[in-house]
């Protein structure tokens, strides 16, 4: 390789030449002294390389011999750290062989103890099994001369014991009952009583009974023919698509709007009055005005239930709920104005909230929608809770709003503080006197029910309903029940009235044992 680089390198020098002498357009004379020097120059310079290259040669010598050198002392290495590692492992394998032998000798030993404990175990169980037999027998022996003594079987004697053993631990668990029932009345009567006085004290809603007819005034009686129109003809109308009572009568100056629907009654009274006024009475007239009175109805409610979330400091209830909201107000229960009852519900919920450290916005909310359900129930029928929690689900509303409307009815367990506020706000607004009104029939069943279930407790001498069915008291002989009894009785005629009677609010039971001595002085 080196002599052809050497080579290779004098052609080029001499073509160098050359062409050097070429272009200078040197002379003959001159030509031959220049390629004197350039041979003279070629072989300089071949010397030069032969002389590298046997310097070259006897470096790669040396280096040859160093790592002859090298691999030799590696070698040895190697072989020292394999005889090491082959005597380290020789090493183990005499170790783990003297380890197996120490094991199977435990093994065998443990199998032999192993052996051993179960034939003791089996003697043992048959030394049981005799005991239980030779009880087993002595105890028959004894039960047939305690029965021969006793003049009783053993399932008479069984009963026997179980009835008193029942009777003892009732009369412990009355007390128990007692006893822990005045703690824990006497630690919640005094916040229970400062939440509602404060909420009760802080507001003060308007109430306004709800009737069932509404009148129209008329200017003239003339009028009224007019409404009747040509053989019936308007009157007919008006109650087709109202869906009302009109009755008209010798009464001067007004007619009657009926009909249990307030919403109905609303639109139907609005539609003559605008009639009235126009003087324009006949069928295509009535159907447009009356279809002009719904949208203006629907707009107000829509109006009327922002403005009421306005108030109540509360956003994102979405426009359907509002609208439902509004509707509230032509929708009354027992004689109470809906939307009046959810107003009232929805402040006292939130004072009582703020009393309890919960989330004041959020229980004005549940209350708010706790009966929302029922602005569907004339329309479309079913059960105002369960409609509540659909369209609240719907709309996406909080998980706590739902467990409102489940709980203020009982349909499920409380699970937070607002909720437990709503549920007392709602019995606050219905119970009071004066807010809902009944009829004549269902109250006295209702209160027929509560005493004749009160009557039929054991020990019960009388019964009676007081204070417009809200309480009972309960009128119990003191030979046949003690004070601690009391407790039991209470509880149970409580429990039996919820389960059994439909009521609004809570209905208070109270029972009264007395001993009456009386003696006569002559």
């Not at 290259?53 to 290495?77: F, G, H, P």
């Not at 308007?206 to 019936?232: F, M, N, Q, T």
């Amino acid at each position: 390789m080196l002599n052809e680089l050497l080579v290779g390198g004098g052609v080029a020098l001499v073509s160098g030449f050359v062409g050097f002498l070429i272009s200078k357009k040197i002379t003959a004379a001159h030509f031959d002294l220049y390629l004197e020097q350039a041979k003279a120059k070629a072989k300089a310079i071949e010397n030069e390389a032969q002389l590298t290259l046997e310097r070259a040669s006897l470096r790669s010598i040396e280096i040859e011999k160093e790592a002859q050198k090298r691999y030799d002392l590696i070698s040895e290495q190697v072989k020292k750290d394999f005889a090491h590692r082959e005597e380290k492992i020789m090493r183990d394998e005499r170790e783990f062989e003297s380890l197996r032998e120490v094991k199977e000798e435990k093994m065998t030993l443990d199998r032999s103890n192993l052996e051993n404990r179960r034939r003791n175990i089996e003697r043992n169980e048959r030394a049981l099994e005799k005991l239980k037999e030779d009880y087993r027998l002595k105890s028959e022996q004894l039960m047939v001369i305690v029965e021969a003594r006793a003049g009783l079987s053993a399932l008479e004697a069984k009963t026997i014991l179980l009835e008193q053993v029942r009777e003892r631990e009732r009369l412990e668990l009355a007390k128990a009952m007692r006893y822990l029932e005045e703690q824990s009345k006497e630690q919640l009567r005094g916040r229970a009583n400062y939440i509602l006085a404060q909420a009760t004290s802080r507001f003060a809603g308007e109430y306004a009974a709800e009737r069932l007819i509404s009148v129209i005034h008329l200017d003239d009686d003339e009028l009224k023919g007019r409404i009747i129109g040509k053989e019936g003809r308007n009157i007919k109308t008006l109650e087709m698509v109202s869906g009302v009572d009109i009755i008209i009568d010798e009464t001067p100056n007004a007619i009657i709007v009926s009909s249990f629907n307030l919403y109905r009654r609303a639109i139907a009274t609005k539609t003559i009055e605008l009639l009235v006024q126009d003087g324009r009475i006949q069928p295509a007239r009535i159907e447009e005005v009356y279809q002009k009175v719904c949208d203006e109805f629907d707009e107000a409610m829509t109006r009327e239930g922002e403005e009421i979330a306005i108030d109540l400091g509360l956003q994102g209830i979405h426009p359907e709920l509002l609208k439902l909201i509004g509707r509230l107000k032509y929708r009354s229960s027992y004689g109470q104005n809906a939307l009046a009852h959810t107003l009232e519900v929805a402040h006292l919920a939130g004072i009582m909230t703020a009393e309890m450290g919960g989330d004041v916005k959020l229980a004005r909310r549940a209350g708010l929608l706790h009966d929302i359900g029922k602005a569907l129930t004339q329309e479309g029928g079913g059960n105002h809770v369960d409609i509540g929690v659909e369209l609240c689900r719907r709309y996406n509303e909080d998980p706590v709003v739902i467990n409102a409307i489940y709980a203020h009815h009982g349909h499920e367990e409380i699970k937070s503080i607002e909720c437990a506020a709503v549920c007392a706000a709602d019995t606050l607004s219905a119970a009071r006197p004066g807010a809902r009104r009944e009829v004549l029939e269902s109250f006295l069943r209702r209160v027929s029910e509560i005493e004749e279930i009160a009557t039929q407790k054991a020990g019960v001498k009388q019964a009676y309903a007081i204070n417009a069915g809200r309480e009972v008291r309960v009128i119990v002989s003191a030979q046949s029940v003690n004070d601690d009894e009391t407790v039991l009785i209470a509880r149970e005629i409580a429990d039996e009235i919820s389960q059994k009677v439909q009521f609004p609010g809570e209905i208070k039971v109270s029972v009264i044992r007395e001993n009456r001595v009386v003696e006569y002085a002559r």
